[in-house]
């Protein structure tokens, strides 16, 4: 079935770095481009990155601009997130998502995250 | 960044209600809009897609509709399970894809 698991959180100290995994299953990875949304404790949902299906084009919220990085390994059916000098407020549950994208032939589309995973909760502390 | 009003952002209602939860675009997303539900440290889900699409396997108690700058997610007929965190998202600019601040629906 289709499944996409997060690993790689932790507890690391304000200014390291951290490498987040998302592991896709059951469906043709390189179709799709991917996502991470956030979520820090108590507080609503946050977009952070989207890298295309390639990998070729990737895109940041300015709250993580110069500090993440998102890339994938197709042959590995893997997305990752490269989180670096982390801060308190980066504290979060981290999710990856499967972005559905259907494109008509007069230029409309539809698109929504149509599979999550499970999230990686990063905990920055001191 | 195309920030999104969501109202109200606490709801509680009765079993076999009719709820209603709004969101307002800062600007036109034709219907570029999706609709999740997410319940205590659970992933977000999705129920709505291009603002009135019924995702597969939802119940059709739920319903989208809107254009524009203008969106509601209606639940006909509340049942227990529907206790949750709803969000709005946008996705009309392929270079960000941001949600509503949520609503919660508490059950009575």
């Known amino acids: 079935q289709v499944q996409i698991v997060e690993s790689g959180g932790g507890v690391v100290q304000p200014g390291t770095s951290l490498r987040l995994s998302c592991a896709a299953s059951?469906?043709?990875?390189?179709?799709?481009?991917m996502h991470w949304v956030r979520q820090a404790p108590g507080k609503g949902l946050e977009w952070v990155a989207v890298?295309?299906?390639?990998?070729?084009?990737?895109f940041y919220a300015d709250s993580v601009k110069g500090r993440f990085t998102v890339s994938r390994d197709n042959s590995k059916n893997a997305v990752y997130l490269h989180v670096n000098s982390l801060r308190p407020e980066d504290t979060a549950v981290y999710y990856c998502?499967?972005?559905?994208?259907?494109?008509?032939?007069?230029?409309?589309?539809?698109?929504?995250?149509?599979?999550w995973g499970q999230g990686t909760l990063v905990t920055v502390s001191s | 960044d195309i920030p999104l009003i969501q109202s109200p952002s606490f709801l509680s209602a009765s079993v076999g209600d009719r709820v209603t939860i709004t969101c307002r675009a800062s600007?036109?997303?034709?219907?570029?809009l999706a609709w999740y539900q997410q319940k205590p440290g659970k992933a977000p889900e999705l129920l709505i897609y291009?603002?009135?699409a019924l995702q597969g396997g939802v119940p059709s108690r739920f319903s989208g509709s809107g254009s524009g700058t203008d969106f509601t997610l209606t639940i006909s007929g509340l049942q227990p399970e529907d206790s949750a965190t709803y969000y709005c998202?946008?996705?009309?600019?392929?270079?960000?894809?941001?949600f509503g601040q949520g609503t919660k629906l508490e059950i009575k």
């Open positions: 998202q946008q996705l009309s600019n392929y270079r960000v894809y941001n």
């Open positions: 291009e603002a009135s």
């Open positions: 059951g469906f043709t990875f390189s179709s799709y481009a």
């Open positions: 890298v295309s299906f390639d990998g070729k084009n990737n």
């Open positions: 600007q036109g997303i034709s219907t570029h």
């Open positions: 998502a499967r972005f559905e994208f259907r494109s008509h032939k007069d230029n409309s589309y539809q698109a929504a995250f149509d599979v």
